[in-house]
């Protein structure tokens, strides 16, 4: 079985553009700090605070470009921390999830729902996925090797012309299973 790029995704959020102007001001727009793995998609410059009931986060990226809803990704240890509950999900299935209070250098919103934590996923084009022999919405497991090497279950397999194949995982998943720098996983279906 081919081995795939595992990343690891750090706490972070998307915004609508009404909502990044809100927090940034007006006509602000994102600029391009490093480019990321998914063709189009990027770490940008801006950062912003998440505020739950118990604590605060702060320095939190955004990633771009803005999207058609305002959601906020983070690990259950992030849940934990701000007091709020982050169910397992996909990125984009949102409803039914709770909101958080998100504070710009310009401004700051409450948003009413948006908080997850990403369900692991595997990420591949249309051509790989066909060689590979998996479709879209497919769960299969990944095997990490190493000194706390682990097989992580439960892994959706999300099939786009738009995508580059990588697997990603939260930090606390990375760090359950001692992850750092370059990392393959074998992919299992």
Do not use: C, W
């Not at 906020?72 to 984009?92: K, Y």
């Not at 249309?126 to 919405?137: H, I, N, R, Y």
């Amino acid at each position: 079985m081919k081995k795939i790029i595992v990343e690891t995704s750090a706490r972070h959020v998307h915004l609508t553009q009404e909502d990044l102007e809100v927090l940034l001001g007006p006509g602000k727009e994102l600029t391009v700090k490093k480019m990321l793995s998914q063709p189009g998609q990027f770490a940008s410059n801006e950062r912003v605070n998440l505020v739950g009931p118990k604590k605060s986060i702060n320095n939190v990226l955004i990633l771009g470009p803005v999207r058609k809803e305002t959601q906020v990704e983070i690990s259950l240890t992030d849940a934990r921390t701000l007091g709020v509950t982050a169910p397992i999900r996909e990125s984009g299935d949102l409803a039914g999830t709770e909101g958080i209070k998100i504070v710009g250098p310009a401004g700051e919103l409450e948003i009413d729902h948006g908080v997850i934590a990403a369900k692991r996923h595997l990420h591949l084009d249309t051509a790989t996925a066909e060689e590979m022999g998996l479709q879209d919405k497919q769960v299969v497991s990944v095997k990490v090797d190493g000194e706390r090497g682990l097989t992580f279950g439960e892994v959706v397999v999300r099939v786009s012309d738009k995508y580059a194949p990588a697997v990603h995982l939260d930090t606390d998943e990375a760090n359950a299973a001692g992850l750092s720098g370059e990392v393959f996983g074998e992919i299992i279906p």
